[in-house]
């Protein structure tokens, strides 16, 4: 008198689906992994100009314990690289992890009129993803990324001036 233990054999072959079927496993997998949003322990976020005088790129890269700065100078040469220790959770997002699938890791046409261009970039895993976006340009399933890049350039600029002016 003990329990009657059924299996299920689930066998599909991929051969017997319609097309109809397929495009709409397809689309619905596509669409799952837009929704799926991952915090990358390590992110990189910046802005560069290509034909420009002074500092020309920045490049930010946010930690949840450190925030290393990054200033590229054209006309002299000189970089400058700072490190402030603290909290940085604050300004980590989550990205879709269908973005790791570009593999042109650009966004329109960033600095093609000279209006330069954002960077956004991740470590995942061991592989570091980087992405250029034009100024007003972002992937579909990851509406409002140069929104949210300026916002985040924005707070860490406030953020290096209120540590660097005790």
């Known amino acids: 008198m ?10 599909f072959k991929w051969n017997k689906f319609s097309k109809t079927t397929k495009v709409f496993l397809i689309s619905s997998f596509i669409f799952a992994f837009s929704l799926i949003r991952f915090s990358f322990s390590t992110e990189y976020i910046g802005y560069f100009a290509g034909e420009c005088n002074g500092v020309c790129k920045v490049n ?3 930690t949840s ?3 290393i700065i990054d200033n590229f100078n054209n006309d002299n040469g000189k970089n400058t690289h700072k490190v ?3 909290d940085f959770d604050g300004l980590k997002f989550n990205a879709p992890f269908l973005l790791l699938s570009n593999i042109t890791g650009r966004f329109g046409c960033p600095d093609c009129d000279d209006g330069g261009g954002y960077v956004m970039g991740y470590k995942f895993l061991w592989m570091h993803f980087s992405f250029e976006f034009d100024r007003d340009s972002s992937p579909w399933y990851f509406s409002g990324a140069v929104a949210i890049i300026k916002e985040r350039l924005k707070k860490i600029d ?3 001036a209120s540590r660097s002016n005790p």
Do not use: F, H, P
């Not at 003990?2 to 066998?11: R, Y």
């Open 2 to 11: 003990g329990i009657k233990q059924e299996t299920v054999n689930l066998n």
């Open 60 to 62: 930010y890269t946010i």
């Open 65 to 67: 314990n450190k925030l």
């Open 84 to 86: 402030i220790k603290g």
């Open 158 to 160: 406030e953020l290096a």
